[in-house]
Every structure is written in structure tokens, then in C-alpha cells.
């Protein structure tokens, strides 16, 4: 008599168990209306609703935390990719930002038709944020403390944050 074979009828039959749920959770039917993201990504615009706004504001987000610094700076408006290189807004947040730690989207409302402010917390401080309809999507309008900051490149603005003493990594 074989002593294994319950074992091994139970560990098919797991393991026919987590390949259905791979297949069928690979082929759900989740549409996100408000997947302004991936909509973008199709080449459509994004929507102009507040739900738009936080669904990009929360893509930043991700972004920033995550330590996707290029892909932060693909979203900021064309005044903060004006005002910083993405090859400095990189060296920078490279040295001086703390990755790792989530930003969670905590609410957000319309100011007229194409900004929306969103407010974000990390850890337990929250601020708030500007994303302004640009090009058909939202973008992340840096405040005027980062514009300034962003100006002086990315070594002065390491320097400074340095002496500051608000560079994560320092």
C-alpha cells in the first residue's frame, strides 16, 4: 500500500487550485472607469474630473516613493520640467529623498475646471498638493519652494538640502 498517495492527490489539487486563480484573476473583467493612467497610456486623454486628478496624483506618488524619479518627472507640468532637467530632478531626489515610504492620497477637490488640489499624507505628515489639466492630462505643478530649489541644479540643490538639513540620505 502507498503511503504518499493523499499527499500527492492533495498537492494537485492545490496546485490545479492556484493555476485557476492565476487564470482567472489574469482575465477579470476590472475595468477602472477612472484608470486615467492607463488611458493616457493608450494615447486618450485623461478625465477632467477630481477622480482623474487623484488617480495621476496617486501615480506620482507611487512614482516618487518607489524611487521611479524619471517617471515622477514625466508628470510634473511643463513649468517644473522647465524649471528642472529630468537628469537633475534624478541626481537629486537620488540623494536626498526617502523612497520606500508610501504617500497615500488622503482627499481631494476641484478648483475650477482644470486644477484640483489633492492632499497626501507620508508617515504622518500630510500636505497638500496642485495638479493642473495639461496637454490632456494632470500633471503635478511643483510648489514654488521646489520651483526655486529645482532652479539651482542639481548639485546647489543637494548643497542646500544638505545644509538644510532636509536630504534624507545626508
Request: net charge neutral; glycine share 8%.
Amino acid at each position: 500500500m502507498d503511503n504518499n498517495h493523499p499527499y500527492r492527490r492533495l498537492a494537485v489539487l492545490a496546485l490545479a487550485a492556484v493555476a485557476t486563480l492565476g487564470v482567472t484573476s489574469a482575465c477579470s473583467d476590472d475595468d477602472d472607469p477612472a484608470g486615467n493612467a492607463a488611458a493616457a497610456a493608450a494615447g486618450g486623454p485623461e478625465q477632467k474630473t477630481v477622480d482623474g486628478a487623484k488617480n495621476a496624483a496617486q501615480t506620482v506618488f507611487d512614482r516618487f516613493s518607489g524611487g521611479d524619479f524619471a517617471g515622477a518627472w514625466e508628470m510634473y507640468t511643463s513649468a517644473g520640467k522647465q524649471a528642472i532637467s529630468k537628469d537633475d530632478y534624478v541626481k537629486l531626489n537620488t540623494a536626498c529623498s526617502r523612497k520606500g515610504l508610501a504617500i497615500q492620497l488622503t482627499s481631494a477637490r476641484m478648483e475650477g475646471t482644470d486644477r484640483a488640489i489633492v492632499i497626501a499624507k507620508q508617515l504622518v505628515a500630510a500636505q497638500s498638493y496642485t495638479m493642473v489639466y495639461e496637454a490632456d492630462a494632470w500633471k503635478l505643478e511643483p510648489a514654488p519652494e521646489g520651483l526655486a530649489l529645482y532652479k539651482m541644479g542639481a548639485v546647489k540643490a543637494i548643497a542646500a538640502q544638505k545644509k538644510a538639513g532636509t536630504c534624507a540620505n545626508a
